[in-house]
């Protein structure tokens, strides 16, 4: 059986979010693509699959929209069906906002429905109850207090988000959607 492999990530300093934090929690993925290959070889509960398969995929999105440096969304195919779907990239992005704010774990999710050509906002808890079938991860914000905590205690979650979408490099996030609509 294929074996996953953990992929490295090129994260420069970001704005609020420690070294510390992004290394600790690259240790996370790197735990998540282990368990993973242990439930494939049998050594792990096959229940365990979708927690630890979707582990490593949204984190492998997660860290590559902090690749690179910051890049601003430009006009494009992402923006485009922005603002069909949502009227205004700030009206989709408020939304977007107030979703990650949902109490408890889990993920806060922009998705492409192949099937229909349209993005959808999804909360995802933990990481395996409720991924979207047939649709492509665009986007994920991951709302686990393992990747804020340390920088902006319990009560700052907020604020996390808000530096988070200032960290964000968008062309990564068009290269996500682009190939997504293929």
């Known amino acids: 059986m294929k074996k996953f492999e953990e992929k490295k990530f090129n994260i420069p300093d970001l704005k609020g979010i420690s070294k510390k934090t992004i290394e600790e929690h690259l240790k996370l993925y ?3 693509v282990k368990n993973l290959n242990e439930t494939l070889e049998g050594k ?3 229940r365990r699959l979708g927690f630890e398969y979707n582990g ?3 984190h492998e999105i997660y860290f590559s929209s902090l690749e690179g440096g910051t890049k601003a969304l ?3 195919s992402l923006k485009k069906q922005i603002e069909e779907d949502f009227e205004s990239f700030d009206a989709w992005l408020q939304v977007f906002k107030s979703l990650a704010l949902t109490r408890g ?3 806060a999710m922009l998705y492409y429905d ?3 050509k349209v993005l959808i906002n999804a909360w995802i808890d933990e990481q395996h109850l409720g991924q979207l079938q047939d649709c ?3 986007l994920g914000l991951d709302m686990w207090e393992h990747s804020y905590v340390a920088d902006y205690q319990p009560s700052g979650k907020k604020n996390y988000i808000e530096d988070f979408f200032a960290n964000i490099n968008w062309e990564t996030v068009e290269g996500n959607f682009q190939n997504s609509a293929k």
Request: charged share 25%.
């Open 30 to 32: 790197a735990g998540y």
């Open 136 to 138: 492509a991860l665009i």
């Open 105 to 107: 774990v889990g993920w």
């Open 114 to 116: 192949r099937r229909d």
């Open 44 to 46: 792990q509960d096959i």
């Open 74 to 76: 430009q006009a494009g």
């Open 56 to 58: 490593v995929r949204n």
